[in-house]
């Protein structure tokens, strides 16, 4: 069936070191991505996107990779702040009904967890 | 700019009963979908509306249903409300239905006793 799943439920991260976090998804015709980050109490918020025609992008402090032969992505955070400290999600567009609607697809979520 | 807002944040309902839970799209927004979350899982799409029709509508029973109004907001509607309907309820919206990044507000806390 159509998924979304990350490799690493938990990431344990020193504060200063950088952050990977990583994903796979199934469909491989899915041509957009996103990563969005989701604290305590708090709705999921929108960090970075990828298109299925680019293999990096970068944003502040954050590279998201994608790797279409594995169907793999992944979120490169760097410099780990205390603030990082969240749940992220990768999000897989998924076209419905030729493109009439489109849903995400989302992943169990990875919690990142920043020490001092 | 005010992003996607929910009402209410938390509410607590019994087995059987109804519930209508609300949402305004960031201004500008004309698509609004609603999402299921429940604890320790991503959140699973339920609905897509656009132009007050739906367009899209996921996995879920014929007890949910939701509509949009002229002003883009939109109410999610649950009746016949079982234990496991317990979740957060998550909207997001986006400009167009082609415009895919969507953007979330911070859910409403469905507890059912």
């Known amino acids: 069936g159509e998924s979304v799943g990350l490799h690493l439920p938990t990431l344990s991260v020193q504060e200063g070191d950088n952050s990977i976090i990583n994903c796979a998804y199934s469909?491989?015709?899915?041509?957009?991505f996103i990563w969005y980050k989701q604290e305590s109490g708090k709705g999921p918020q929108f960090i970075i996107d990828i298109r299925s025609n680019m293999d990096k992008r970068q944003g502040q402090r954050v590279t998201v990779l994608l790797n279409k032969t594995v169907k793999h992505l992944s979120l490169q955070i760097a410099a780990t702040q205390p603030g990082d400290s969240a749940v992220y999600f990768c999000?897989?567009?998924?076209?419905?009904?030729?493109?009439?609607?489109?849903?995400?697809?989302f992943g169990a979520g990875t919690r990142l967890a920043v020490h001092p | 700019d005010a992003g996607v807002t929910q009402s209410p944040t938390h509410l607590i309902k019994t087995r059987g009963q109804h519930v209508t839970l609300r949402c305004s799209p960031i201004s500008g927004h004309k698509s609004v979908s609603w999402y299921q979350q429940v604890l320790g899982q991503g959140p699973q799409f339920i609905f897509q509306y656009y132009e007050k029709e739906e367009r899209g509508r996921g996995n879920f029973p014929d007890r949910f249903s939701a509509r949009q109004f002229p002003n883009y907001s939109s109410e999610l509607n649950v009746n016949a409300l079982l234990l496991g309907d317990s979740a957060l309820y998550l909207c997001?919206?986006?400009?167009?239905?082609?415009?895919?990044?969507?953007?979330f507000g911070d859910g409403t806390r469905l507890s059912i006793l």
């Open positions: 999000a897989e567009n998924f076209w419905g009904s030729s493109g009439g609607y489109n849903k995400l697809i």
């Open positions: 997001a919206s986006s400009s167009t239905v082609q415009q895919t990044a969507q953007h």
């Open positions: 469909n491989s015709a899915s041509d957009y």
